[in-house]
T-cell receptor
């Protein structure tokens, strides 16, 4: 089973409007972290926001917020007041705790392409 | 802070030659770095975990003799694609976690800008 699922096709949003990018995950570990990254056409991966499995409140970072529904295992990214520069691929990712002490891997979803229309 | 520099940003090489890609953490120490591969419009697939002073851990299906990883210091990891073939053409991107940044599962990875490899 996939650990991170991003099933939306390419998304379009009008400039200045809000958009939600969906992400569901699968894990049996109670301790994990969820991340969203942005990848513009230039290729670099830009860290946007993080949500920990034990966090009581939804994470927010400027125009980015995370709608974390633990029981449903979903961690949707909300981008408010979209800008043209938000056009990019967006990846949801998860890290699970590794009890052996080794560094845990970051597993990515397939990504969603977001296009912001002027 | 937390800048990762990757070099070169793009490279074209002929079949059969080897290519080395460097990944440096500029303002932090990184005991562990990760190497990913990405095909166009697809997700990032973890190739290997690079550990300073020890052997890299490769993901299933990744040939360790083809993709040589060396993590010689706390700020430098290198990936060498040996005897490159056209099917090795891809986008390779490294990432690192800041040493001492807390529990491994709740700290973000910082990525380099990637290397676009084209093998002719």
């Amino acid at each position: 089973a996939q650990k991170i699922t991003q099933t939306q096709p390419g998304m379009f949003v009008q400039e200045k409007e809000a958009v939600t990018l969906d992400c569901t995950y699968d894990t049996s570990d109670p301790s994990y972290g969820l991340f969203w990254y942005k990848q513009p056409s230039s290729g670099e991966m830009i860290f946007l926001i993080y949500q920990g499995s034990y966090d009581q409140q939804n994470a927010t970072e400027g125009r980015y917020s995370l709608n974390f529904q633990k029981a449903r295992k979903s961690a949707n990214l909300v981008i408010s007041a979209s800008q043209l520069g938000d056009s990019a691929m967006y990846f949801c990712a998860m890290r699970e705790v590794v009890r052996s002490g080794a560094n845990s891997k970051l597993t990515f979803g397939k990504g969603i392409t977001l296009s912001v229309r002027p | 802070g937390a800048v990762v520099s990757q070099h070169p940003s793009w490279v074209i090489c002929k079949s059969g030659t080897s290519v080395k890609i460097e990944c440096r953490s500029l303002d932090f120490q990184a005991t562990t770095m990760f190497w990913y591969r990405q095909f166009p419009k697809q997700s990032l697939m973890l190739m290997a975990t690079s550990n300073e002073g020890s052997k890299a851990t490769y993901e299933q299906g990744v040939e360790k003799d083809k993709f040589l990883i060396n993590h010689a210091s706390l700020t430098l990891s290198t990936l060498t694609v040996t005897s490159a073939h056209p099917e090795d053409s891809s986008f390779y991107i490294c990432s690192a976690r800041v040493d001492g940044s807390g529990s491994s599962y709740n700290s973000p990875l910082h990525f380099g800008n990637g290397t676009r490899l084209t093998v002719t």
